[in-house]
């Protein structure tokens, strides 16, 4: 008995999501994350695109912003980042509401291919359940992704830009070693791949 509690109200991020023609984007998701946290707290837009992320202690935030599953909208972040590394911060005092953290999201880019593994008798196989990571050029991940069954895979929703592949085996395949594309052994000697939407 006795453990009372005194809660104050929290701050809150607000805005609108749209597309680069100005439409908004229903059922995006935006995310606060404060300066040195890798996840941060998630609010959704509603049907005009309007989200509000509440709840949030004082600090420094930046604000990522995910339309992926509602088209193929390339991430961002706040104010017109394409990185974390970039964007701008948001400080927050306690009890603050920020209105006006709005986005503008266009088309993303793609990169696909298929994966396969080949046994020493020379004898291809697709590689399912492979690992395919994209990385930007200052070594930061861009996003991440699974071969299908058929050895396909689609990284998706990428700003234009350049980006270097990783590519892992499925766990238990331990025969078959990690690469880098077109077989380089490292992040640097590995080819660069431009996208664009």
Known sequence: TGLHADLSAGSTIS???????GNPIP???AYATSSGEVFGQGGFADGAGNYTIGALPAGDYTVQFDASGSGGYQMG???GASNPATAAVIHLAAQQSVTGIDAALGQGATISGTV???TSAGVTFAAANATITAYRPDGSQASQVY???TG???VGNLPAGTYRLSIEPQGDTTDFAPQWY???A???ASTPLPASP
């Not at 805005?15 to 023609?21: P, R, Y």
Request: net charge negative.
């Open 182 to 184: 077109l077989n380089a």
């Open 116 to 118: 396969s593994g080949r």
């Open 15 to 21: 805005g609108t999501i749209e597309d680069s023609e």
């Open 147 to 149: 071969a299908d069954q």
């Open 152 to 154: 396909a895979y689609t």
């Open 77 to 79: 972040w706040w104010n």
């Open 186 to 188: 490292t992040q640097a």
């Open 27 to 29: 059922f995006a998701s």
